[in-house]
């Protein structure tokens, strides 16, 4: 009884600190997909695009994808997964994206900040705050 306890107590420890591994799937369009995002946008995603996979649904039909702070639906067919090899060269794909939905969201921002006079797409910068 004593060894098993000394046993379990040893591995429990060895789990306990052994350094987190982040272990993430990531997806690949295989066709342009218009989705919606969780924030209400609309955004066509091109074939080759990239995205981390949070989950799956409807039984593994459709698969969520994630955009930054943003999640999205899609059907699992028209998305791979990456094999291990493969995401480091998708994660540029990713990034160029995050980027993209970072700019547009604070144009939006920006828009609505500014009185929403702006016309439909037009980002215009917030006069700067006097000390």
Request: no cysteine.
């Amino acid at each position: 009884m004593k060894r098993t306890l000394l046993l379990f107590t040893s591995l429990l420890f060895l789990v306990a600190t052994a350094p987190a591994k982040e272990f993430k799937i990531y997806a690949m369009f295989l066709q342009d997909t218009r989705v919606q995002l969780s924030d209400g946008a609309t955004w066509m995603m091109d074939k080759g695009d990239v995205f981390p996979v949070r989950a799956y649904k409807n039984m593994q039909k459709n698969i969520i994808l994630q955009l930054a702070g943003a999640a999205f639906v899609t059907e699992t067919s028209k998305v791979r997964i990456l094999k291990p090899e493969e995401v480091e060269a998708g994660l540029e794909a990713y990034r160029k994206n995050v980027r993209a939905y970072l700019e547009s969201t604070s144009g939006k921002i920006q828009e609505e900040l500014s009185g929403g006079d702006l016309p439909k797409g037009a980002a215009k910068k917030l006069p700067k705050k006097q000390p």
